[in-house]
């Protein structure tokens, strides 16, 4: 069974920092391409931070310059440091690990973290 399993949302003022974590399990952690999307209110669900197999990383305009992604293989995690936050960064944050194999594509997905950056 796989499982992605996020944690360290909450509530953080204007400013403030978070760290998100997503623990996985039941999957060859080190293959897979690891990202963070994110869902705000009336919004859709956008990819925010993707960080590839051999550590490569690309992020959304929006967050560039204020969120990191990386990753423990050793651990099976993968973490988004939040700085910066503001009132658009507002959403349930989802962790997702794809990896394409034997002509297949295995997509897994957590339940979500909420993010809230209110005064």
């Known amino acids: 069974q796989v499982l992605l399993v996020e944690s360290g949302g909450g509530l953080v003022r204007p400013g403030g920092s978070l760290r998100l974590s997503c623990a996985a399990s039941?999957?060859?952690?080190?293959?897979?391409?690891m990202s963070w999307y994110r869902q705000g209110p009336g919004k859709e669900r956008e990819l925010v931070a993707k960080?590839?197999?051999?550590?490569?990383?690309n992020y959304a305009d929006s967050v560039k310059g204020r969120f990191t992604i990386s990753r423990d293989n050793g651990k099976s995690t993968v973490y988004l440091q939040m700085n910066s936050l503001n009132s658009e960064d507002t959403a349930v944050y989802y962790c997702?690990?794809?990896?394409?194999?034997?002509?297949?594509?295995?997509?897994?997905w957590g339940q979500g973290t909420q993010v809230t950056v209110s005064s």
């Open positions: 960080i590839t197999s051999i550590g490569s990383t």
């Open positions: 997702n690990a794809q990896w394409y194999g034997g002509g297949y594509e295995y997509d897994y």
């Open positions: 039941g999957i060859t952690f080190g293959r897979y391409a």
